[in-house]
């Protein structure tokens, strides 16, 4: 068989067209390596989110063409978002790139991989495609978790995301094939499922008839042996009473959940085009806190938007100390070519960026690990993914609303069981636990 290796940069829906890609290829002989030297194939999967992200990968290429120079007969491909972003630049910036494609022509991988190396020139594939579900998986995917993307595209035309143009539009996978991909994971082992899409809540608007995230959710979890349903990402503008109804409702549905807000202040969220203002935002929070009262939330911020304030800013670290946030995940802006953001006046300069990131980091850490500490004491469920990373005698999963717990499970657990531990210690990323027998009522336990 001939060797494959893939590079894989941003969220986690690369992540899953990395394994589609593997699992596609196995079935026209490649087998994945770990080592970028013996493969006969190299992808790199882009991300295009920042320009940040984009530096990453021309600086792994960078590296790859003193092999390509060793090895000319190795096939170097670029795929994913900034593929679709940059197309023909890539190959521009790296002529020693045999072939560029965009997410819409994963499908196709080995066809292209084939006339790439057949064809010895350049082979670019970055036009739209119909959307297809492709279940292939390598034999070495994680077997007890997985990610099922439920959907391709945006069309929320944030002014700093250059999403819609990587992804192209909202389209929905039928719910049937999502449940028939879910039944064939859990078959394999499988206990969690990730739902994904870049606006999840919006799932099956496209779809005729029309369904929503919480008909997808009631019809997961019917799946027999399945223990846990996540999903990420949604946007607030498309949170509806029925879904966090559903959040409530719906047994399997983690207490987790991440809600972008992006900035605490109206006029950038404006800018921004968001279609929400903080006040309906929090509005959301409470309806959230009041349906699931041990739900734990995280966000995404931008600091540093175009025309951002002290004032606009300090409206953000507001939030975060109002909202109690179990994780942030905080965000430089990143100048994108072709969006509206980008030539908005009164760009902020990275210094201030910097500094304003700094400050909304220290006001992070002290609100996470306050909501991490009110754990301490508490009966949390568990789901046992593998051995702690500090300490091989121990075990360590974790809890539906994605805190890690590392405890010591003695002879009796193994991984892939989901058992009830009381938490001894909450620390700021982490907490530790004992094995309790008897499960009793948790803070965030199964319902
Ligand atoms: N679709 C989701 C939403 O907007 O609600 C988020 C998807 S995006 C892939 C992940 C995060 O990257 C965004 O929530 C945003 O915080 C950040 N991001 C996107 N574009 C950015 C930019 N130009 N500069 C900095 N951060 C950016």
Redesign the pocket.
């Known amino acids: 068989m001939a060797k494959l290796h893939v590079i894989t940069y941003g969220?986690q829906m690369n992540e899953y067209d990395s394994e589609r890609v593997a699992g596609l290829l196995r079935e026209h002989r490649y087998e994945l390596t770990d080592s970028e030297a013996d493969a006969d194939l190299i992808l790199v999967n882009t991300c295009a989110?920042?320009e940040k992200a984009e530096d990453k990968v021309f600086s792994k290429l960078g590296e790859l063409r003193a092999l390509k120079a060793r090895r000319p007969e190795l096939v170097l491909g670029v795929m994913g978002c900034m593929a679709q972003l940059q197309q023909g630049i890539v190959q521009k910036r790296a002529p020693y790139v045999d072939l560029v494609f965009g997410s819409p022509a994963v499908a196709r991988v080995a066809e292209l991989v084939e006339r790439a190396r057949r064809e010895r020139r350049p082979v670019l594939e970055t036009g739209e495609a119909p959307l297809v579900k492709i279940t292939a998986r390598p034999p070495s995917a994680s077997r007890l978790k997985a990610y099922v993307t439920v959907m391709e595209g945006?069309e929320?035309h944030?002014t700093?995301?250059?999403?819609p143009r990587t992804r192209g539009r909202e389209r929905s996978h039928p719910p049937d094939a999502i449940v028939d991909e879910v039944r064939g994971l859990v078959a394999e082992g499988c206990r969690e499922v990730t739902l994904l899409g870049?606006?999840v809540n919006a799932y099956g608007r496209d779809l005729t008839p029309p369904t929503d995230l919480a008909e997808l959710f009631r019809r997961v979890n019917d799946v027999d042996d399945l223990a846990r349903i996540r999903f990420t990402?949604?946007?607030p503008y498309n949170l509806t009473p029925k879904l966090i109804a559903a959040m409530r409702d719906v047994p399997k549905v983690c207490e987790w959940f991440h809600l972008?807000l992006?900035s605490g202040s109206d006029a950038v969220l404006d800018r921004m085009n968001r279609g929400y203002t903080r006040a309906q935002y929090l509005d959301l929070i409470a309806a959230l806190r009041d349906a699931v009262p041990d739900i734990a939330l995280s966000t995404?911020?931008?600091v540093g938007f175009p025309g951002e304030t002290e004032a606009d800013f300090a409206a953000t670290l507001e939030m975060v100390e109002r909202v109690q946030y179990d994780n942030v995940?905080a965000?430089?802006?990143?100048?994108?070519p072709g969006?509206p953001?980008a030539v908005m006046p009164a760009q902020i300069g990275e210094d201030v960026k910097a500094e304003r990131n700094a400050r909304l980091l220290a006001v992070v850490t002290r609100v996470t690990a306050a909501r991490s500490a009110r754990l301490a004491g508490t009966a949390v469920e568990v789901l046992v993914d593998g051995v702690s990373r500090r300490n091989a005698g121990e075990l360590a999963g974790r809890t539906r609303c994605n805190r890690v717990v590392n405890f010591d499970g003695g002879a009796r657990v193994a991984v892939g069981d989901v058992v009830t531990v009381r938490v001894t210690e909450a620390l700021p990323h982490s907490l530790r636990a004992t094995l309790t027998t008897v499960p009793e009522e948790a803070v965030c336990s199964s319902r």
């Open positions: 969220c989110i920042r945006c929320k944030c700093f995301c250059v999403v870049q606006t990402t949604s946007n972008p992006q995404d911020l931008i995940f965000f430089r802006y990143s100048r994108r969006t953001a």
